[in-house]
């Protein structure tokens, strides 16, 4: 795969990536503050749930990043087969769900 090929994917797939975890933490968002019951239905338990949901999800999120951008623009490593990209994706997107 040519060069430009290659980092166009990877930018493409890093975006994907991107709305999915948007996605999971709008809806962390949403379940921590119903629309329905509003700020009332905060508890300290479900605050500190969410606090932990975003200390974990925002460095999984970087370092996800970060590796497609090492592995697979800023280094091109010529070791590296041909469906890897897609097998990294499969991968970071189930730890996006």
Same mark, same amino acid.
């Given at each position: 795969?040519?060069?430009?090929?290659?980092?166009?994917? !990877?930018?493409?797939?890093?975006?994907?990536?991107? =709305? !999915? =975890?948007g996605a999971?933490?709008?809806?962390?968002l949403?379940r921590?503050?119903?629309p /329905?019951?509003?700020?009332a239905?905060?508890?300290?338990?479900?605050?500190?749930?969410? !606090?932990?949901?975003?200390?974990?999800?925002?460095?999984?999120?970087?370092?996800?990043?970060?590796?497609? /951008?090492d592995?697979?623009i800023e280094?091109?490593?010529?070791?590296?087969?041909?469906?890897?990209?897609? =097998?990294?994706?499969s991968?970071?997107?189930?730890?996006? /769900?």
């Amino acid at each position: 795969m040519s060069s430009n090929r290659k980092k166009n994917s !990877v930018r493409n797939l890093a975006g994907l990536y991107t =709305v !999915v =975890v948007g996605a999971a933490l709008s809806l962390a968002l949403a379940r921590l503050i119903p629309p /329905d019951k509003g700020l009332a239905a905060l508890t300290p338990a479900s605050v500190c749930l969410f !606090v932990a949901y975003i200390a974990t999800l925002f460095p999984f999120f970087h370092g996800a990043l970060m590796h497609l /951008d090492d592995a697979y623009i800023e280094n091109e490593n010529e070791h590296i087969k041909t469906g890897a990209l897609l =097998v990294d994706f499969s991968l970071l997107f189930l730890h996006a /769900d």
